[in-house]
T-cell receptor, first 112, second 114 residues
Framework: SQQGEEDPQALSIQEGENATMNCSYK?????LQWYRQNSGRGLVHLIL?????REKHSGRLRVTLDTSKKSSSLLITASRAADTASYFC????????????FGEGTQLTVNP | EPEVTQTPSHQVTQMGQEVILRCVPI?????FYWYRQILGQKVEFLVS????????KSEIFDDQFSVERPDGSNFTLKIRSTKLEDSAMYFC????????????FGEGSWLTVV
């Protein structure tokens, strides 16, 4: 598998439900960032979590990081139709400087 | 909230033509980047730029590509002789410090090579 792989590839839920997306990576990282992309649009930064952090919250978003398993999860609670988008994790390695390596993304569809 | 701005939002060009994509990074940021996303694929790193020089580039960033910071605010990506496979969304990004903090992306420039 490649650095920064998300699963599932696609997720369809009803409004009000929670959505959980996972990301796995292979090498040691400095930090991991989650982005949202609406169709054909730019990348909107959601949360950055550093390698020494285990959990962060921002509004309805909760991100966890398990460096022993080289994985992260993004939880969106009480989802809304407006949350429909692609979600990407991006890792910044310890040794590579400032390059971000993106995963394939999870396409989330929230049905009204 | 400050943002990275990119122009044009969409450009169609003939194969073999030169293209310049423009970006205005966030004003107090020092590190600048170009990434690209071919339709339906993941976002790929092209190049990073700091202190008026390239600090890192990927294997995608060959001699056809160049970057420049012509003045205190703009950051450009030039593709000298476009190929069909250069068709993609190109994202400019910036950050304040070298590592460990948020990288902010622009809305992207769609390049279509015909």
């Amino acid at each position: 598998s490649q650095q920064g792989e998300e699963d599932p590839q696609a997720l369809s839920i009803q409004e009000g439900e929670n959505a959980t997306m996972n990301c796995s990576y292979k090498t040691s990282i400095n930090n991991l960032q989650w982005y949202r992309q609406n169709s054909g649009r730019g990348l909107v930064h959601l949360i950055l979590i550093r390698s020494n952090e285990r959990e962060k919250h921002s509004g309805r978003l909760r991100v966890t990081l398990d460096t022993s398993k080289k994985s992260s999860s993004l939880l969106i609670t009480a989802s809304r139709a407006a949350d429909t988008a692609s979600y990407f994790c991006a890792t910044e390695k310890e040794t590579s400087g400032s390059r971000l390596t993106f995963g394939e993304g999870t396409q989330l569809t929230v049905n009204p | 909230e400050p943002e990275v701005t990119q122009t044009p939002s969409h450009q169609v060009t003939q194969m073999g033509q030169e293209v310049i994509l423009r970006c205005v990074p966030i004003s107090n940021h020092l590190y600048f980047y170009w990434y690209r996303q071919i339709l339906g694929q993941k976002v790929e790193f092209l190049v990073s730029f700091y202190n008026n020089e390239i600090s890192e580039k990927s294997e995608i960033f060959d001699d056809q590509f160049s970057v420049e910071r012509p003045d205190g605010s703009n950051f450009t990506l030039k593709i000298r002789s476009t190929k069909l496979e250069d068709s993609a969304m190109y994202f400019c990004a910036s950050r304040q410090t070298a590592t460990g903090n948020t990288i902010y992306f622009g809305e992207g420039s769609w390049l279509t090579v015909v």
